[in-house]
């Protein structure tokens, strides 16, 4: 499949994915006047050597797809190679800080980018693909195209699937490029927190193999999340579930209705429950409480492990202390 077909294929099929509204996210975030277009893929940024970016995405961390000699490439990518609408002085006077930003990023939560590969090109050279690291200085050069994500044959190609890592790409795109935290804006993510029943569906791409179960960090999330998806909505009713629901630029992995209350649910993977709880309270209090004000009123962290007595003293500690209601709960799969 040419790239232009596949591009325009994924213009279509994103209607349905949160990537669709890239442009109208785009507009939010840089405080345009008006959205810059509907689709993901302009025929402006649609190459016939090969390959295609996000229309806009010239300075930004750009969503790209690519042909490789393994097959295809999609996921994220910085371009420091100039033209006439992005020179040189442009380049690294934008750049280079969202570098930075991506490399905080990656040492702050390894796990977003724990199945992506990691290359980069310049002119007719490419290195070989390696795990994700952070982005090393010398290769923050002039012409050097720098890119992290996925490689699959031709034949093995999936529409719905590049979509869906799209989607979990969103989050790592918003972290570079949405410049909130640094210069305040009138627009920003902190809209008021809105139960939505219709990002409740979990999507399995294929059967996961044992090992995958036992060893892949993402695979094992999913598997727990659908887990408890089953007993919140047995105990709650389904219509009272939601998962990965939207609120201040991150998706919860479980929010429950009850009453005129919310009950937020974070799931981590981790070796004991003392560092599901380590890993999972920064982001529960950000989800519940930022930017002042109270969206819910249980805080539960999910993991595999049983929760011992001293952690349980911990729990009750905060709670006592501070008001903080958090909650561990225990899901076996």
Same mark, same amino acid.
């Given at each position: 499949?040419? +790239?232009?077909?596949?591009? !325009?294929?994924?213009? &279509? ?11 109208? +996210? ?37 969503f790209n797809i690519g042909k490789e000699e393994e097959g295809l490439r999609y996921g ?15 380049? %690294? ?45 010398? $290769? /923050? ?13 031709? *034949?093995?190609?999936? /529409?719905?699937?590049?979509?869906? &890592? %799209? ?5 790592i795109y918003l972290s570079v490029e949405d410049d909130v935290d640094l210069v305040p ?12 029943? =219709?990002?409740?569906?979990?999507? %399995? *791409? ?5 090992? &995958?179960? &036992?060893?892949? $960090? ?12 089953? !007993? ?34 974070? +799931?981590?993977?981790? *070796?004991?429950?003392?560092?599901? /709880?380590? =890993? ?16 819910a009123s249980r805080i539960i962290i999910v993991g595999e492990h049983p929760l011992r ?5 911990? !729990?009750?500690?905060? *709670? ?5 209601? $958090?909650?561990?709960? =225990?899901?076996?799969?």
């Amino acid at each position: 499949m040419e +790239i232009s077909e596949l591009a !325009l294929k994924l213009n &279509e099929a994103s209607r349905k994915y949160k990537i669709g509204n890239l442009q109208e +996210i785009r507009k939010t975030i840089k405080g345009l006047k008006r959205r810059p277009g509907k689709e993901i893929f302009h025929l402006a940024t649609i190459r016939d050597k090969g390959w295609a970016f996000h229309y806009g995405g010239r300075p930004e961390l750009q969503f790209n797809i690519g042909k490789e000699e393994e097959g295809l490439r999609y996921g994220l990518a910085f371009s420091l190679e100039p033209c006439r609408s992005f020179p040189k002085a442009d380049i %690294f006077k934008i750049l280079p800080r969202k570098i930075l930003r991506l490399n905080c990023l990656i040492r702050e939560q390894p796990v977003l980018f724990s199945e992506y590969k990691f290359f980069w090109h310049k002119h007719s050279e490419r290195s070989h693909p390696t795990n994700m690291m952070e982005i090393p200085s010398d $290769i /923050i050069k002039l012409d050097y195209f720098i890119f992290f994500g996925k490689l699959v044959k031709e *034949n093995e190609l999936d /529409i719905e699937e590049i979509l869906q &890592e %799209f989607d979990k790409m969103l989050s790592i795109y918003l972290s570079v490029e949405d410049d909130v935290d640094l210069v305040p804006k009138a627009e920003d993510y902190n809209e008021p927190f809105s139960f939505s029943r =219709q990002d409740r569906i979990l999507v %399995f *791409n294929r059967e996961y193999t044992s090992i &995958e179960r &036992e060893t892949n $960090i993402d695979v094992r999330h999913s598997e727990i999340q659908y887990k408890l998806k089953e !007993l919140l909505e047995k105990k709650y009713g389904a219509q009272n579930v939601s998962i990965e629901n939207f609120c201040c630029r991150n998706r919860i992995d479980a929010v429950v209705k009850y009453n005129s209350e919310y009950f937020f649910y974070e +799931i981590k993977i981790a *070796n004991t429950a003392r560092s599901c /709880i380590r =890993q999972a309270i920064g982001q529960l209090l950000e989800y519940a409480y930022w930017p002042g004000e109270k969206k819910a009123s249980r805080i539960i962290i999910v993991g595999e492990h049983p929760l011992r007595e001293d952690g349980s003293k911990y !729990l009750e500690f905060l *709670n006592a202390q501070f008001s903080l209601p $958090i909650k561990y709960m =225990q899901v076996v799969i």
